[in-house]
C-alpha cells in the first residue's frame, strides 16, 4: 500500500519522499547533494516497484496459504519486504505482492515496523469510512474505499509469537488492505462501479505493455 498520508515527518532520511503519483509537485533540489539523494531514492524507489507484483500478474488474484511452520525463513523474507516497502514508499506490503502466497504481510506502525502472520479480523467496527487508497501493485491508481474505523486484527509475529492489535483509522485501514492481498482481493474490487471503471482505464495500458 502506497498512500499519500503516509507521515514522514520524523524521519530524515525520507524528508523529501513523494508518491510517483502525477498530483505530486516535486521541489526543486536546494543544493547538488539532495539532487543527488533525490535521484538514489528515485532508482531505488523503480527497482523497488520492480520487484512487487503489478496488476495483471495472477499472483495478485490467488488465495495465499496459511503458514504452518516458523523457521528461520520467515524473518528474513519479512525483512526483505520490509525494505522493499519502504524503498517504494509503501507502508503495508503483502506476501503475496512479491510472489509468496503464504499468509503474511509487513506495516510500518507509525514508529516501527511490524510483521503480522496468518492474520485474523477478530472485530470491526459497524461504523465505515471512506478513504481513498493507493497500492504499490496499483502504480499511480488511487480509489476510494469504504472500511471499518476501528478493527481488532490477531495473528501471530515473525517468530510464531501471538499478536492482537486494535487498530483505528490509516492503519486499521493499512492491515485490512493487506488482509484484502491475501485472499486476492483490490482495492478496484471495493471501489464503486465508476471509479473502478476509471481505474481499470487507466491499468489498461500497463497491461498492454507487460505482455
Ligand atoms: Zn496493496
Do not use: W
Request: charged share 30%; glycine share 6%.
Amino acid at each position: 500500500m502506497a498512500t499519500a498520508e503516509h507521515d514522514h515527518e520524523h524521519d530524515h532520511d525520507h524528508d523529501h519522499d513523494h508518491d510517483a503519483a502525477v498530483d505530486v509537485v516535486v521541489d526543486a533540489p536546494a543544493t547538488q547533494e539532495e539532487a543527488r539523494e533525490a535521484a538514489e531514492r528515485e532508482a531505488r524507489k523503480r527497482m523497488a516497484l520492480a520487484q512487487i507484483r503489478q496488476y495483471g500478474d495472477p499472483v495478485l488474484r490467488m488465495r495465499a496459504a496459511e503458514v504452518e511452520v516458523f523457521d528461520e525463513e520467515l524473518p528474513r523474507i519479512a525483512e526483505r519486504m520490509i525494505g522493499l516497502m519502504h524503498d517504494a514508499d509503501g507502508i503495508g506490503l503483502a506476501a503475496t505482492q512479491v510472489g509468496i502466497l503464504r499468509r503474511f504481510f509487513v506495516f510500518h506502525d507509525g514508529e516501527s515496523d511490524r510483521v503480522l502472520v496468518n492474520p485474523v479480523l477478530a472485530q470491526a467496527s459497524s461504523k465505515t469510512e471512506v478513504d481513498d487508497e493507493g497500492c504499490l501493485s496499483l502504480g499511480a491508481v488511487r480509489v476510494d474505499v469504504e472500511r471499518p474505523i476501528g478493527i481488532t486484527i490477531e495473528g501471530s509475529d515473525a517468530s510464531g509469537a501471538p499478536v492482537s492489535l486494535e487498530l483505528d483509522g490509516l492503519l486499521a485501514r493499512v492491515v485490512q488492505h493487506e488482509l484484502d492481498h491475501l485472499d486476492g482481493v483490490l482495492i478496484v474490487d471495493r471501489a464503486d462501479p465508476e471509479s473502478r471503471r476509471q481505474a481499470l482505464r487507466q491499468l489498461r495500458p500497463r497491461l498492454l505493455l507487460s505482455r
